[in-house]
């Protein structure tokens, strides 16, 4: 079964770090784009950072200089580093996996979610 995993939510306070993690299953991820989205109640998906199959990253202006994105050696798995976590970084947090241009007949894969909330 073809699918992508996450984990590392939860509660933490103003200020201090979490990390997330996205492991894809079925399919050699190491060739897919991979990328975290967040989404509020009431609100639409919106991106928070991306990794592509060759590490090249992008991040929103919001989480610039704060998340971190990265994927190991393997390409399998990806990670969020959240530090200096803010009360607007609560979200549930997604992860995507964009297959390469040149396979058109693959799909994106997205995860379940993880619940992230930043609260005192």
């Known amino acids: 079964q073809v699918r992508v995993v996450e984990s590392g939510g939860g509660l933490v306070q103003p200020g201090e770090s979490l990390r997330l993690s996205c492991t894809g299953f079925?399919?050699?991820?190491?060739?897919?784009?991979m990328g975290w989205y967040r989404q509020v109640p009431g609100k639409q998906r919106e991106l928070v950072a991306t990794?592509?199959?060759?590490?090249?990253?992008h991040y929103a202006d919001s989480v610039k200089g704060r998340l971190t994105i990265s994927r190991d050696s393997r390409g399998s798995t990806v990670y969020l580093q959240m530090n200096d976590v803010r009360p607007e970084d609560t979200a549930v947090y997604y992860c995507?996996?964009?297959?390469?241009?040149?396979?058109?007949?693959?799909?994106?894969?997205w995860g379940q979610g993880t619940q992230v909330t930043v609260s005192s």
């Open positions: 995507n996996a964009q297959p390469p241009a040149d396979w058109p007949d693959e799909i994106e894969y």
């Open positions: 079925g399919r050699i991820f190491s060739f897919y784009h």
């Open positions: 990794i592509t199959n060759r590490g090249s990253t």
